[in-house]
């Protein structure tokens, strides 16, 4: 038996404009760059730029402000047919136009420079392989691998994959044998270490390299071949016996590996120029003011094409008029773009101002630290800024995400600026960030003969008036990536030492 019933519930739902700016809201500087970017080409009822009436009373701006300097020229008292050579030549003023002035120019700061162009990582194997005098089959091996070097320098792939890569694009069918002995080939590259499977064989293809007179050479082999547990977990007096090496030996081959080999070979092929941040906002602190500045890219001018717009107007008042047919769809797709290009606007200016809001909000809350510089960060949470804001945590969190601030210390990840609180035993709190300095600090200046353990670390923070538990201690140290004392132990020798 079928039946009716009413049922009255309320629900939430987000409209399109507001799932579009949740999205904006996200992005960092670039990726908003290039999704407006995206947004000019799917729209062409957007334009970036002044739109014809603010450019026309920008030029007559400029045009009355250009007009009131040539009558203050022309009322100087300067004789033209009379000049100096030597202050034409020694002038600043460029004869094409422009200030030559040699000092330092705040404008250079925003203009974009031009960035070198870098070969990647998969580009410089790849040029190399043309040395190796490799058959078509083990051509297509090798390019295999290589696609599937991560950043670092390391094949983590299994063989079966690239194998079962190689069949499927390309309808060869090969063998795991057949991998092996190309990627020994592609191991032969440079840098030395490239394509290793793990850290042990990392090393050891490096080490493989070296001529073999190099000192401790034979030993750092024969440890990482054969002893490689004993050689992670420090186990100094177990390699000593087992290698048969004494004091100095294990210490030549330790240094050897420490500071001649490379752990992650594949980083240093990447330049730093293009591995660079773009700050969302810059905080500066001057005659006793806090000046905030969100960067130019997060706040673009964008209009509705004013062609467009005219367009739509016609399409119009040709309806209202009935003189002619209207053609229905231009008319229903203009007015698509047209309403998507104004929420597309809506929606980045809105996105401008909560992540102003934002950002005066930390600003106000860490004052002391735009100040003063580290040491002087205080403890807070997302809903110390909602807060402040009237705005639910949620939007607080995408505003920090992925988002940096230039400041006069240096530039910041904005979540650095949050952090738990920890009380002094005189009742100050002081941010979680601050005593994990501390434990660095206390860390660097330990005796490396005898590392302190997690608990002598917490007696010692209590002595600096941070009464925490041990396993908080513990905690903190694994965030710094500090290891445990065991692995901090230090070869002893004739006044020398020798990290492991």
């Not at 071949?225 to 030996?249: C, I, N, P, S, W």
């Not at 104004?342 to 630290?369: G, K």
């Not at 670390?457 to 925490?468: Q, R």
């Amino acid at each position: 038996m079928l039946e009716l019933h009413q049922k009255q519930e309320l629900q939430q739902k987000l409209s399109p404009q507001q799932i579009q700016y949740i999205k904006l809201l996200q992005l960092n500087t670039l990726d908003l760059e290039q999704r407006i970017k995206d947004e000019l080409e799917e729209n062409p009822l957007l334009e970036e730029g002044l739109d014809d009436e603010e450019r026309r009373r920008e030029e007559e701006i400029e045009a009355n402000t250009s007009a009131e300097s040539e009558n203050e020229v022309e009322t100087e008292d300067v004789d033209d047919e009379e000049f100096d050579v030597e202050d034409l030549l020694n002038s600043s003023d460029d004869l094409y136009g422009y200030k030559a002035s040699p000092g330092y120019n705040e404008d250079d700061d925003d203009r974009e420079r031009p960035m070198p162009s870098a070969p990647t990582l998969a580009e410089r194997l790849s040029d190399q392989l043309s040395f190796l005098d490799l058959s078509d089959t083990d051509q297509l091996i090798a390019e295999q691998i290589i696609g599937s070097i991560d950043e670092d320098g390391y094949l983590r792939r299994p063989v079966e994959s690239i194998l079962d890569d190689i069949l499927f694009n390309h309808g060869v069918d090969l063998t795991e044998a057949d991998v092996e002995r190309v990627l020994r080939q592609v191991q032969s590259l440079d840098p030395a270490g490239i394509a290793a499977r793990d850290l042990q064989e990392c090393l050891l293809l490096q080490l493989y390299r070296m001529p073999e007179d190099v000192e401790g050479r034979a030993v750092a082999i024969e440890m990482l071949e054969r002893q490689y547990k004993a050689f992670t977990m420090k186990h100094f007096g177990k390699l000593k016996k087992r290698l048969d090496v004494d004091d100095r030996t294990l210490k030549t081959a330790f240094e050897l590996i420490q500071n001649r080999l490379d752990p992650k070979p594949g980083e240093g092929t990447f330049s730093e120029e293009t591995n660079y941040i773009t700050p969302d906002f810059t905080v500066r602190y001057v005659d006793g003011e806090f000046i905030i500045t969100l960067n130019g890219r997060n706040a673009p001018d964008l209009h509705i094409s004013r062609h467009y717009r005219k367009m739509l107007e016609k399409l119009r008042a040709q309806k209202k008029k009935e003189t002619k047919e209207v053609d229905t769809d231009t008319k229903q797709f203009l007015k698509n773009k047209f309403d998507s290009a104004r929420w597309f606007i809506n929606s980045i200016n809105q996105r401008r101002h909560t992540m102003s809001l934002v950002m005066d909000a930390i600003v106000q809350l860490q004052e002391d630290f735009f100040r003063y510089g580290e040491g002087n960060l205080k403890p807070m949470i997302l809903q110390d800024v909602a807060d402040i804001i009237d705005m639910d945590i949620s939007t607080v969190s995408r505003v920090v995400n992925g988002k940096y601030v230039q400041t006069e210390f240096g530039v910041y990840e904005l979540k650095y600026f949050f952090s738990e609180g920890l009380e002094t035993v005189d009742g100050e709190e002081v941010s979680n960030k601050e005593v994990k300095a501390i434990l660095q600090d206390i860390v660097d200046h330990e005796d490396k003969t005898d590392p302190m353990s997690d608990q002598s670390l917490a007696d010692a923070l209590e002595e600096k008036g941070f009464k925490i538990a041990r396993r908080t201690v513990s905690k903190y140290r694994k965030q710094l990536g500090i290891p445990v004392a065991r692995l901090r132990k230090e070869i002893v020798l004739d006044d020398e030492t020798v990290e492991g």
